[in-house]
């Protein structure tokens, strides 16, 4: 049988290289899963942010964050879902309306009101064609990162796992995927095909399947769920994957479901505010400048005709001028003095036009309303006290802050900005001048003289608690009645007084858990509320410890037949002594079962330590013990685990 190229593949990198930045990888149950080729993201776990709204962001190194949105968290296994179905849109909640081409090396992050932050980092490895078929045999060609001076990610080849899925599998081989790992053709744990992964060069793997029946090999080369890379960034003790990666090659990206923003490559041109002055034969056109999204195609100018009313034959005369990015206003002349016209404003990303801000003419004498709330001062009156200034009318509003003039000529003056809002802020002592007009040249205007709102600090907070875990303290206190706090600083010292170098963010809600501690230290917490004026007094000083450190043990087999037992596991401190009991029939710790001990040695990378208790003869007992339970002396504990016979 000739070779034949088929798809529904899974490449399944295990982690990336030790040494890559991983304290901000979420720690099981929690989980930041991307899905780069269909720009999806599913964040799993966060029952404790239950029914919180967290933003996730998509970061590109050396661009900046180029997607964004919030979601509440559910507190069930998945807390939301971004750009599939069931979940929200990319742009839910913030104002990046794009859906991010998520791309190797972009950074998805997650970020809660207390300040608290994960990220996974999307890996690099992919599947670089479908895979070939030859009789019962199946190869895969696939690629990752080798070289630490690549902007991507660097996969370690020995945490790769290459996989095929097909659902059609299970009825011949009861599984849904086959897997490869790296390694010589070895049998699969539940038979049916043989597997392994070589590595010909630095960067370049081959998995290679070698099916029991022609049935199976065809059944898998019929597979049509296209190819997929899986990577996890964290393995934890109990082999929980963190910070995962799932690309699936042949997927396409962009909006995962109807009513989602487009992605990158679709983006319109961008549309903005624009406004128009017009006197006689003379229009002054202002709009404010506008910007792509990140990583779609930037804006290159402006276009602003006026476009004559039409004529017996339904022709509309334009005159206009293209200008460059930087412009903000267009001055046309020439006009007909006696005709109406219509304005229109457009951003260019290179051809594409943006929808036009269409603005027509008017021929009143009625001056436009403008209204400032709170009013202005009359002249020579101090500055009123005001964090921001609330403009409403119903023409176009220009303005200075820095006493300028807002109108030279019976037009806008060069200073002079456009409102793009409905409010001014005022953040320092400001002369404000504010001038509103209509589309010919109609105009109101008000100034006065303004200074940020005096505010007292806030009051001292009160009701610090805290709970101590391993490496953190949980901490809980009043939430403040002050309606202008902003959030709350936690300040963390040791025993002694003294404030550690790193501090934990601002939080916006009254409870912080702070993270990084050492197991079996004291600690000394404060917290103070912090409004404009800046923050408060630290509130009463408390005392918490974290927990001692304790191991982690697991039990991985554990058998017994006439005159042997052995039971196997892993730990991760070196050294400790691990102990078997026997279980009671209520679960509970039995007795310990003489003579089986042992001490945690270290084991091949990428684990920590191994164990291995062995019984034989008439210490392995005349019956199988049941349930076990194995205790570490540096306090970990794995079980109730079955003992099997064999």
């Not at 690099?124 to 060609?141: C, E, F």
């Not at 060069?201 to 081959?206: K, Q």
């Not at 010919?440 to 100034?447: D, K, M, Q, R």
């Not at 875990?469 to 949980?474: D, G, H, I, Q, R």
Request: aromatic share 6%; hydrophobic share 40%.
């Amino acid at each position: 049988m000739g070779a034949t190229a088929v798809a529904g593949l899974v490449l399944t990198p295990l982690a990336v290289v030790q040494g890559t930045a991983s304290a901000a990888v979420p720690v099981f149950p929690n989980n930041v899963v991307v899905f780069p080729d269909r720009d999806f993201v599913s964040v799993e776990g966060y029952a404790e942010h239950a029914g919180e709204t967290a933003t996730v962001e998509v970061t590109r190194p050396g661009v900046g964050v180029i997607g964004s949105a919030k979601g509440d968290v559910s507190g069930t296994d998945v807390a939301f879902e971004i750009n599939h179905p069931g979940g929200v849109c990319w742009g839910n909640g913030t104002n990046l309306n794009v859906t991010p081409d998520i791309q190797a090396g972009d950074v998805v992050s997650i970020t809660f009101p207390d300040g608290s932050h994960d990220e996974t980092t999307t890996s690099s490895a992919t599947v670089i064609h479908d895979m070939v078929q030859d009789g019962t045999t199946i190869t895969v060609d696939g690629t990752f990162n080798v070289d630490p001076a690549s902007p991507l990610p660097v996969v370690n080849p020995d945490f790769l796992e290459q996989r095929i899925i097909q659902p059609d599998l299970v009825p011949i081989i009861g599984k849904r995927d086959v897997r490869a790992l790296p390694g010589p053709i070895v049998p699969a744990p539940r038979g049916g095909y043989s597997s392994g992964m070589s590595f010909p060069s630095p960067g370049h793997f081959v998995a290679t399947y070698q099916f029991d029946t022609l049935e199976a090999a065809d059944v898998t080369a019929a597979a049509d769920l296209g190819e997929r890379a899986m990577n996890w960034q964290v393995q934890d003790a109990d082999g929980n994957r963190q910070g995962l990666t799932i690309a699936e090659f042949g997927e396409v990206g962009g909006p995962g479901f109807g009513g989602c923003p487009a992605g990158p490559a679709g983006q319109p041109a961008p549309a903005g505010t624009a406004s128009v002055v017009r006197t006689g034969a003379t229009a002054l056109v202002k709009w404010n400048p506008v910007a792509s999204v990140p990583t779609a195609d930037p804006v290159t100018g402006y276009s602003v005709e006026a476009v004559g009313a039409p004529d017996a034959n339904a022709v509309m005369a334009t005159t206009g001028q293209r200008l460059g990015v930087n412009a903000t206003q267009a001055t046309l002349t020439g006009l007909d003095p006696a005709a109406s016209y219509t304005f229109e404003v457009r951003s260019m990303t290179g051809t594409k036009l943006s929808v036009p801000f269409s603005m027509g003419a008017a021929s009143d004498t009625t001056v436009p309303t403008l209204n400032l709330s709170p009013a202005p001062p009359p002249l020579g009156s101090p500055p009123v006290e005001a964090n921001s200034v609330s403009v409403t009318s119903n023409g176009q509003v220009f303005f200075t802050t820095d006493g300028s003039p807002v109108i030279t000529g019976g037009l806008p003056s060069d200073n002079a900005k456009l409102l793009s809002g409905t409010s001014i802020p005022i953040t320092a002592p400001t002369t404000l001048k504010v001038a509103a007009f209509d589309q010919v040249g109609n105009f109101a205007l008000a100034e006065g003289d303004y200074k940020p709102v005096s505010v007292a600090l806030p009051a001292k907070v009160t009701g610090l608690a805290g709970t101590g875990a391993e490496t953190s303290v949980a901490l809980t206190w009043d939430a403040s009645t002050d309606t202008s706090v902003t959030g709350y600083q936690v300040t963390v010292s040791d025993n002694a007084g003294v404030k550690l170098a790193n501090q934990p963010p601002v939080t916006s809600v009254p409870r912080q858990t702070i993270t990084g501690l050492t197991p079996g230290t004291t600690y000394q917490f404060t917290v103070a509320a912090k409004n404009p004026a800046g923050l408060g007094p630290e509130s009463d000083s408390i005392s918490k410890a974290t927990t001692p450190a304790t191991d982690h043990i697991t039990i991985s087999t554990a058998k017994w037949k006439s005159g042997d037992f052995k039971v196997v596991g892993t730990g991760d401190r070196v050294g400790a002594i691990i102990q078997l009991y026997r279980v009671n029939t209520d679960g509970s710790r039995g007795a310990a079962i003489t003579g089986a001990t042992a001490q945690v040695v270290a084991a091949a990378p990428p684990g920590i330590g191994d164990w291995t208790i062995r019984l034989r003869n008439t210490a392995a007992g005349t019956a199988n013990p049941g349930r076990i339970i194995a205790v570490s002396g540096g306090g970990g504990i794995a079980g109730p685990f079955t003992v099997s016979n064999g």
